[in-house]
């Protein structure tokens, strides 16, 4: 077979024009120009940090410490060896819980060199296994600690060995009134805690009152019974506590928050007085507060300043409201200030209360030059 000759791929000076050859070598001079570039700027860039570990955990206890009483300490501990070639500093960024103690036998490492790290808590009365850790920065010795070398977790793991366990640990109590008292329980959960039942329930107010130990359906759980009768309103807090057959944990203490409205609201429901008369009056219509229990009879209204009188006065024929009738004497009344007017039964039991803002003279209004 004969073979023909291809015609020439060839560009001849001849053959381009003057404008190809010119737009070629701009295209060659801005490749070139690219490259050179990118060489210079990865020249001038810092080398990267290396992929290996920064610090090296030689050794270490195991990380699951087992079944630890409560109260009593648990603990894990690391030897860790400085691998940057430099020297370092360590450092805690942050922890699971404050409950979790760290300690460097030596905070500061040159190359090679090794310290003792502890992690440790005191076992806590929760159930299940607990888990805790700490984050631990290695930073440059001389350079900004924003730019640390690497961070890394090391944590540990144990169960509490209870002797008993309690639910709830703590109680928050809304709308319970001396009129109409709020029962609320503590659960109690132990091995034969029927045979060794919890003694000497008490509270640190006279707001709860203890009404005994009562046995549940499992013969391992029995509940502690108490009543919150609060004399007041307002936000009150107390205690609950008891004793129980337990060698780290032998008396119990817990918090019981009360929020108690009181059953009588006032309209409006405070008083601004202003003004510069020898003597402001005011008139308030208290009513039973809805969804409230009936309160005691109001007896006696208390003010908590001299300057304020207030007394009660009923409201009308056929109706069981009552006017609060207060007075603010203007010449013995502070420059500004605030009081408290409270109404109370007979035994001193807050049913409601009002509060009162003084401005004897309201912005903007021009005080006489007599």
């Not at 888990?131 to 290695?138: L, Q, T």
């Not at 919890?198 to 502690?224: K, Q, W």
């Not at 609950?240 to 009181?262: C, G, K, N, Q, Y």
């Amino acid at each position: 077979m004969a073979l023909t000759e291809s015609p020439s791929n060839d560009i001849s000076e001849s053959t381009m024009p003057r404008a190809g050859r010119w737009a070629i070598a701009l295209v060659a001079l801005l490749v070139w120009g690219s490259h050179a570039w990118a060489v210079q700027v990865a020249q001038s860039q810092e080398p990267p940090e290396p992929t290996e570990p920064c610090i090296k955990v030689v050794s270490e206890s195991p990380e699951q410490c087992g079944a630890a009483r409560v109260g009593t300490l648990v603990a894990r501990s690391f030897t860790l060896l400085n691998a940057t070639g430099g020297r370092v500093s360590l450092s805690v960024a942050r922890k699971s819980c404050g409950c979790v103690a760290t300690e460097f036998k030596q905070g500061e490492l040159g190359p090679e060199e090794s310290t003792e790290l502890t992690l440790s808590t005191t076992a806590a009365a929760l159930g299940g296994e607990q888990i805790h850790f700490a984050e631990i920065v290695v930073t440059r010795i001389g350079s900004d600690a924003a730019k640390s070398l690497c961070r890394f977790p090391l944590g540990f793991r144990y169960t509490p060995d209870l002797e008993f366990m309690l639910f709830p640990d703590r109680h928050i109590l809304i709308h319970c009134t001396a009129a109409e008292p709020r029962d609320f329980f503590v659960y109690v959960n132990g091995p034969a805690i029927r045979d060794r039942p919890p003694t000497g329930l008490r509270a640190t107010s006279n707001d709860i009152e203890a009404a005994g130990v009562e046995n549940t359906e499992n013969p391992n759980v029995v509940r502690l019974h108490f009543r919150a009768r609060p004399a007041s309103a307002g936000v009150r807090q107390s205690r609950v506590e008891f004793d129980v057959a337990s060698a780290t944990r032998p008396r119990v203490s817990l918090a019981v928050t009360m929020i108690v409205r009181p059953p009588l609201e006032a309209a409006p429901p405070g008083i601004i007085a202003s003004g510069t008369n020898p003597a402001t009056r005011f008139t308030l219509t208290l009513r039973h507060r809805p969804g409230m229990p009936d309160a005691p009879k109001p007896a006696r209204v208390t003010v908590d300043s001299n300057w304020i009188s207030a007394r009660l006065a009923p409201a009308g024929e056929g109706t069981t409201e009552l006017q609060l009738l207060v007075s603010v004497d203007a010449l013995k009344a502070p420059a500004s200030g605030g009081a408290y007017i409270n109404i109370e039964d007979e035994a001193g039991r807050q049913l409601a209360v009002v509060p009162l803002a003084w401005i004897p003279t309201p912005p903007g209004q021009p005080v006489s030059a007599k």
